[in-house]
């Protein structure tokens, strides 16, 4: 069973930086896309930014793209996610999740979940 605990997140200053990890457990799972994403309060959960096992494909919403990098470390099973230039509507609960294979941005594809991690972006 896989398992995803993320950690990280926080209160900062809009202009501030983060950084989010999420570490997985159950298995090797260096083969499989990992990604990020967000859900605010009232709103809907969107995708963030995404990995392949390569390393070589990242993917990323127009909305942070230039300001989030991902990352990973396939062989201590983290990610990351490097948060610059912070804005209050980046505000929200972050959540790692793996796809076995699917559209790297579609949340639907994701089977695994973590619990997420709150950050909070104050003006």
């Known amino acids: 069973q896989v398992q995803l605990v993320e950690s990280g997140g926080g209160l900062v200053e809009a202009g501030g930086s983060l950084r989010l990890s999420c570490a997985a457990s159950?298995?090797?799972?260096?083969?499989?896309?990992m990604g990020w994403f967000r859900q605010a309060p009232g709103k809907e959960r969107e995708f963030v930014a995404a990995?392949?096992?390569?390393?070589?494909?990242?993917y990323y919403d127009d909305s942070v793209k230039g300001r989030y990098t991902i990352s990973r470390d396939n062989a201590k099973n983290m990610m990351y996610l490097q948060m610059n230039t912070l804005k209050p509507e980046d505000t929200a609960v972050y959540y790692c999740a793996l796809q076995f294979h699917g559209t790297w941005s579609r949340g639907r594809d994701y089977v695994y979940w973590g619990q997420g991690t709150q950050v909070t972006v104050s003006s």
């Open positions: 159950g298995g090797r799972l260096d083969s499989y896309t």
């Open positions: 990995i392949n096992g390569d390393y070589i494909s990242q």
